[in-house]
């Protein structure tokens, strides 16, 4: 008798769950509406991110030093180009000789000021032009900065020209660490073939 009684109060609960969950049209549209937005919403979100994934991406700026020794016209410059992917901000700038290292911001951020210290008779050149490397300083996507530059004058060219390539053979180095827009770094040196990205 306990069994039957169980056994009604079990088919009569079933029964006013049926009743209870009624399938409408409405019922099923307002839910696939439902189901749908969520799924959109995981997609936009997903594409968001890639989107951002992807503007990281490729963002690269590229930084070469360069120098250009053109003996015809008595012109030498020193220059560095970005051929990257946006700016290039200039962060430090080290410059090492015969063992020494030296942050060229003690010298005004000038590489003519330090390599004055290293060759004193560069301080007779009479037509030359050059520039600062100051931290902060963005280099743009397909720019040469000229650094240094003499033309026009051949005593000029040569004493900045072979001073430098004496200076060279002395070991002298110049690292330049730099970032993009993404504070990503990468460093480049005068003796390496391309930048070398920083952790």
């Known amino acids: 008798m306990n069994n039957n009684?169980?056994?009604?109060?079990?088919?009569?609960?079933?029964?006013?769950?049926?009743?209870?969950?009624?399938?409408?049209?409405?019922?099923?549209?307002?839910?696939s509406a439902m189901t749908m937005s969520?799924?959109?919403?995981?997609?936009?979100?997903?594409?968001t991110n890639l989107m951002s994934r992807q503007n990281y991406l490729s963002i690269l700026p590229y930084l070469s030093i360069s120098t250009s020794n053109d003996a015809g016209s008595n012109t030498f410059s020193?220059?560095?180009?970005?051929?990257?992917?946006?700016?290039?901000?200039?962060?430090?700038?080290?410059?090492?000789?015969?063992g020494e290292s030296f942050d060229l911001a003690d010298f005004n951020d000038e590489v003519l000021?330090?390599?004055?210290?290293?060759?004193?008779?560069?301080?007779?050149?009479k037509v030359i032009s050059y520039s600062t490397l100051?931290?902060?300083?963005?280099?743009p996507i397909n720019t040469?900065?000229?650094i240094m530059e003499v033309?026009?004058?051949?005593?000029?060219?040569q004493l900045l020209s072979n001073s430098l390539n004496k200076l060279l053979e002395e070991g002298l180095y110049f690292?330049?660490?730099?970032?993009?827009?993404?504070?990503?770094?990468?460093?480049?040196?005068?003796n390496t073939q391309g930048p070398k990205k920083l952790e």
């Not at 690292?175 to 005068?190: G, L, P, V």
Request: hydrophobic letters at 40%; a positive charge; aromatic letters at 12%.
């Open 144 to 146: 040469s900065y000229n």
């Open 78 to 98: 020193f220059s560095i180009e970005n051929f990257g992917v946006g700016p290039a901000i200039i962060e430090s700038i080290m410059v090492k000789h015969k």
């Open 151 to 157: 033309k026009n004058s051949q005593e000029d060219y």
């Open 175 to 190: 690292e330049i660490t730099y970032s993009s827009i993404q504070n990503e770094r990468w460093m480049i040196t005068n």
């Open 134 to 139: 100051d931290k902060g300083l963005a280099i």
């Open 38 to 47: 969520f799924f959109t919403l995981i997609i936009f979100i997903y594409q």
């Open 5 to 31: 009684i169980f056994a009604k109060l079990l088919n009569n609960q079933s029964k006013d769950m049926v009743k209870k969950i009624k399938w409408n049209s409405e019922r099923i549209l307002s839910l």
């Open 113 to 125: 000021t330090f390599l004055k210290t290293r060759v004193p008779e560069l301080d007779s050149l």
